[in-house]
C-alpha cells in the first residue's frame, strides 16, 4: 500500500483510502493495526509524499518497464531495489526505492549528464538514518552506498540535495 | 505526522466547496438520511433478502457515489448529477444557488483550476457509513473475503494484487 502510494505521488495523483467502519462506526483491529504502519511509515517518510510535485521521470525499475505496467506491482510482480519513484519538493529530489538494497542503490536515472535543477549533487540522505550516504556518479547513474541496518519497512527514501 | 492532523484538509476542503455549489452536500445528506431509514428494518433479514436489498442500493447508490467521487476529485461541478433538482420537499420549486460553472464540459475545462491544497494534500481517508456496515455484509464484506478493492475503490485501483481498502 506504501508502494502504491509512493507510485501514485511520482506520477502527480492523489490517493484516497477507503477504511470501511462497522454498523456502531467503530473500524476493526485490522484496520487499525494498517492506519499505524502507514502512520510509522509516514513520520520518518511523509516529506517525500506532502507538498512534493512530480519530477520530469516519474520511476524507473524492472517492474516499470514491463510492458503495460501501469504502476508498481499491478501484475503481481514484486517490486525490488531497482524500482524507484521520484518526487520533488524544492531544491530536493527525493528517489523512494520500493525495496531495500543490500550495499548499494543505483539510480540510472541519474547519470552525471543528466543535469538537475538545483546542480552538482551535493548530498545524498536516507531518511531515518542519521549520517549522510556515500555516493558517486558515472555514466551508468548514481551509486549510493547503503548503511548495513534496514532502516524501516516497506519502502525507503533517499534525500538529494544540491551543494549547500 | 498523524493522519488525524488532517484537520486544515478538511477545513480548507470545505472553504473551497461552500462558495462553489452546495448543491452536492445538499445530495449526500439526504441520500444518506434516505439510506438511515432502511437501516431499521434491515436487521435480522435473511441473507436472500438481503442480496436483493444490496442489489437494489447498488443501482441507487450510483448517483451518491457519482457525487462522492466528484468531490473527491475536486469536479464541483458535477455536483447532483443524476438527481432530480429544483423541486423541493413539498414539490415546490426552488432555485438552484448560482454557481460558476455551466453543465457542460467547456465550461468546466476552461473554468477549473485544482487548488493547491488539493495538489499538496496527496493523502486522504475516507470512510463511509451505509447500510452495508449494519451486517458488515455486502460488497465491503466480499472484499474482505477476496482480497479485492471493494466497489466504490474501484476507480483508484482496478487490481486484484493489492487491497487498497483495507477492510
Not at chain 1, 41 to 46: K, L, V
Not at chain 1, 57 to 64: L, W
Not at chain 2, 135 to 149: D, F, L, M
Request: hydrophobic share 35%; aromatic share 10%; net charge positive.
Amino acid at each position: 500500500m506504501v508502494q502504491t502510494l509512493v507510485d501514485i505521488v511520482s506520477k502527480n495523483g492523489n490517493m484516497l483510502l477507503n477504511i470501511p467502519v462497522r454498523g456502531d462506526g467503530t473500524i476493526d483491529d485490522a484496520e487499525m493495526k494498517f492506519i499505524e504502519g502507514l502512520t510509522r511509515w509516514m513520520d520518518t517518510n511523509g516529506e517525500a509524499i506532502f507538498s512534493t510535485r512530480p519530477w520530469k521521470v516519474s520511476g524507473e525499475g524492472p517492474v516499470r518497464e514491463k510492458e503495460g505496467t501501469s504502476y508498481d506491482n499491478e501484475r503481481g510482480l514484486p517490486n525490488t531495489s531497482e524500482d524507484i519513484r521520484f518526487t520533488t519538493k524544492g531544491n530536493v529530489l527525493y528517489a523512494v526505492l520500493l525495496g531495500w538494497p543490500e550495499k548499494q542503490a543505483v539510480i540510472k536515472s541519474l547519470p552525471s549528464s543528466e543535469k538537475l535543477w538545483f546542480g552538482e549533487i551535493g548530498k545524498v540522505e536516507l531518511l531515518g538514518a542519521k549520517q549522510p550516504l556515500k555516493f558517486s556518479r558515472n555514466d551508468q547513474g548514481l551509486t549510493v552506498e547503503m548503511p548495513p541496518e534496514k532502516t524501516g519497512d516497506h519502502a525507503f527514501v533517499l534525500k538529494i540535495s544540491g551543494k549547500s | 505526522m498523524a493522519i488525524s492532523t488532517k484537520e486544515s484538509y478538511f477545513r480548507d476542503c470545505h472553504v473551497a466547496r461552500a462558495p462553489r455549489n452546495d448543491t452536492m452536500f445538499n445530495a449526500f445528506t439526504l441520500d444518506t438520511r434516505t439510506i438511515a431509514s432502511r437501516v431499521s428494518f434491515m436487521r435480522g433479514m435473511s441473507h436472500s433478502e438481503w442480496r436483493k436489498i444490496m442489489a437494489f442500493e447498488r443501482g441507487a447508490m450510483k448517483p451518491i457515489a457519482a457525487c462522492v467521487l466528484a468531490g473527491a476529485l475536486c469536479l464541483l461541478g458535477f455536483a447532483g448529477a443524476g438527481r432530480p433538482r429544483g423541486t423541493g420537499p413539498a414539490g415546490q420549486t426552488q432555485a438552484a444557488a448560482p454557481g460558476p460553472y455551466q453543465p457542460s464540459w467547456d465550461s468546466l475545462v476552461q473554468q477549473y483550476e485544482c487548488p493547491e491544497w488539493f495538489r499538496d494534500a496527496k493523502f486522504g481517508i475516507w470512510a463511509h457509513w451505509t447500510a452495508q456496515c449494519v451486517p458488515e455484509q455486502g460488497e465491503t464484506r466480499r472484499a474482505r473475503i477476496t482480497n479485492q478493492s471493494a466497489r466504490w475503490s474501484r476507480p483508484w485501483s482496478t487490481s486484484s494484487a493489492r487491497t487498497v481498502t483495507c477492510s
